[in-house]
């Protein structure tokens, strides 16, 4: 036997041993590159959940503004619809009814109206805090201001039309009543929005 001879048959298996050890390295280089690329999958999974808790919000950023505008510009109808009852449908009962219309009350209501309509035209180009803070004052003294229009101009007339034996011409006033009750309806849902303790509905006419 020659030496080289006898040296492989002392050292046995180490052509295999290496080749084994080949397989394992290999082995682990996969294990390593999939445990890399369920990693990346992780990460991915989590952009997107990210990203869609984002779009999310965004919506809701949206329809809270879409909300918001719209509730502007139905409180901006409503002061001009109340303000046109009065001067077209208040002061012709008044006359039907031959009672004496008090046109510096009136023209103080109505200036009133249209500088809560100014405002929430104003509240149109603010955004943020202060447009829902100006925005909740406006609904107030629409309130007060309908609450004394009802109180002083409303309820006497109506008052004071039940005591005649003889009726009036009631056109007028019974255009007037079904708007102004409509409106009061339409303004008791924008207060219900923001305030559900502000009560307009008592303002109505029976």
């Known amino acids: 036997m020659s030496e080289k001879e006898s040296n ?46 984002e779009l999310e919000v965004g919506d809701e950023d949206e329809d809270e503004d879409a909300r918001e505008a719209d509730y502007l510009q139905k409180l901006i109808n409503l002061t001009i619809k109340f303000d046109h009852h009065l001067g077209m449908f208040l002061m012709p009962s ?51 201001v309908l609450q004394q229009v009802s109180k002083n101009l409303v309820k006497p007339l109506f008052k004071e039309v039940k005591l005649m034996k003889k009726k009036p011409k009631m ?18 849902k924008v207060c219900d929005f923001e305030y559900q303790i502000l009560d307009v509905k008592g303002f109505q006419i029976k």
């Open 8 to 53: 492989q048959a002392e050292q046995p298996g180490t052509e295999g041993d290496e080749e084994s050890l080949r397989g394992d390295s290999s082995k682990e280089g996969g294990l390593a590159d999939l445990s890399e690329l369920e990693k990346i999958k992780k990460e991915l999974e989590l952009e997107k959940v990210k990203a869609a808790q």
């Open 94 to 144: 008044y006359i039907d009814c031959g009672l004496k219309y008090d046109h510096r009350l009136v023209e103080s209501y109505t200036t009133q109206l249209v500088t809560i309509q100014s405002f929430l035209r104003l509240l149109e180009k603010v955004d943020g805090v202060t447009r829902e803070q100006v925005t909740k004052e406006c609904v107030v003294k629409l309130r007060n």
């Open 171 to 188: 056109e007028n006033l019974d255009t007037f009543k079904d708007n102004w009750n409509d409106r009061l309806l339409d303004f008791q």
